[in-house]
Nanobody
Framework: VQLQASGGGLVQSGGSLRLSCTSS????????IGWFRQVPGKEREGVSC????????NYVDSAKGRFTVSRDNAKNTVYLQIDSLKPEDTAVYYC???????????????WGRGTLVTVSS
């Protein structure tokens, strides 16, 4: 049972990225997928989450209007679209799963390897 985040990279401030989260060993249909990020030396921060039925929430105000989480169950993939990127968005982004509904980070049971997003000013 594994999750894998991908799609990170180096982008200029104001640019966009779309991160993807896929799974191996299980399908994502009945799982909420949360997106989290962490800067080395700082605490992990929840960004956005989408529950199993497609309802999305944002964990932080800074995500509103810029972060869009969506899912395509046919492709077994959850996406995090990040627009108007800012240097402070630089972090390793992780996806994580838990059954059905979004919750706090400690309630997610499976975590994927992260993908690094670097935003240059």
């Amino acid at each position: 049972v594994q999750l894998q985040a991908s799609g990170g990279g180096l982008v200029q401030s104001g640019g966009s990225l779309r991160l993807s989260c896929t799974s191996s060993g299980f399908t994502l249909d009945n799982y909420a997928i949360g997106w989290f990020r962490q800067v080395p030396g700082k605490e992990r921060e929840g960004v956005s989450c989408i529950n199993y039925s497609g309802r999305a929430i944002n964990y932080v105000d800074s995500a509103k209007g810029r972060f869009t989480v969506s899912r395509d169950n046919a492709k077994n993939t959850v996406y995090l679209q990040i627009d108007s990127l800012k240097p402070e968005d630089t972090a390793v982004y992780y996806c994580a799963s838990r059954a059905y509904y979004c919750s706090e980070a400690e309630d997610f049971i499976a975590w994927g390897r992260g993908t690094l997003v670097t935003v240059s000013s």
